[in-house]
């Protein structure tokens, strides 16, 4: 069955980076795009960025850009996304998800890893 | 950016009542191509990711009870439960796929009256 399963979560300082990965199974790693979804406390889906395991290209939400990187390891089918620079309004669950194109939907989620930043 | 905005935000029902869910974007999310429209709604229940109820805003995904139903085109849609059930309780959102970056709804919170 597929699954995505995520590192458990990270407390930061303010300043610091965070990698988060997320290792898939059950599917063919490469034949679909994997999505960053990150939620903060109490708020609503907010999407990061998307990576092609495929050919390693990216799309980045434009208030991500220069500070999240994210990268695949097709040797392991596992998904990263570092986060630099973090700050408190950084504080969320942070989710990957299988990007499905020809659905059109993010049909897989990770259980979701929570990175708090604080001082 | 594509803008997707819910109604109401938050939403009282009673069990066996129907619930009824809008969302509408700020530009066309179809392509006349494909003549689908790509409007994804999710379900997320306190504490747990995300789920898919209906993508393409009509078409029910493997699993999905069919008292779940979505409807409409162009930039206005709609969740529609029928029957609600005591497990529906959860946030409810509506994403567009059309375009990046991918942009939800904010949410409508769905609790039993």
């Known amino acids: 069955q597929v699954q995505l399963v995520q590192s458990v979560g990270e407390v930061k300082k303010p300043g610091a980076s965070v990698t988060v990965s997320c290792e898939a199974s059950?599917?063919?790693?490469?034949?679909?795009?994997i999505s960053w979804v990150r939620q903060a406390p109490g708020e609503g889906l907010e999407w990061m960025g998307w990576?092609?395991?495929?050919?390693?290209?990216?799309v980045y939400a434009q208030k991500f850009k220069g500070r999240v990187t994210m990268t695949t390891d097709t040797s392991t089918n596992t998904a990263y996304m570092e986060v630099r620079s973090l700050r408190s309004a950084d504080t969320a669950m942070y989710y990957c998800a299988r990007d499905n194109w020809e659905s059109g939907d993010f049909d897989f989620w990770g259980q979701g890893t929570l990175v708090t930043v604080s001082s | 950016d594509i803008v997707m905005t819910q109604s109401p935000h938050s939403l009282a029902v009673s069990l066996g009542e129907r619930a009824t869910i809008n969302c509408k974007s700020s530009?066309?999310?179809?392509?006349?191509?494909?003549?689908?429209?790509?409007l994804t709604w999710y379900q997320q229940r306190p504490g747990q990711p995300p789920k898919v109820l209906i993508y393409w805003a009509s078409t029910r995904q493997s699993g999905v009870p069919d008292r779940f139903r979505g409807s409409g085109s162009g930039t206005n849609f709609t969740l529609t439960i029928s029957s609600l059930q005591a497990e529906d309780v959860a946030v409810y959102y509506c994403q567009q796929y059309h375009t990046t970056p991918y942009t939800f709804g904010q949410g409508t919170k769905l609790e039993i009256k």
């Open positions: 990576i092609s395991p495929n050919n390693g290209h990216t």
């Open positions: 530009q066309r999310i179809s392509y006349s191509s494909t003549n689908r429209n790509y």
């Open positions: 059950g599917f063919n790693f490469s034949n679909f795009g």
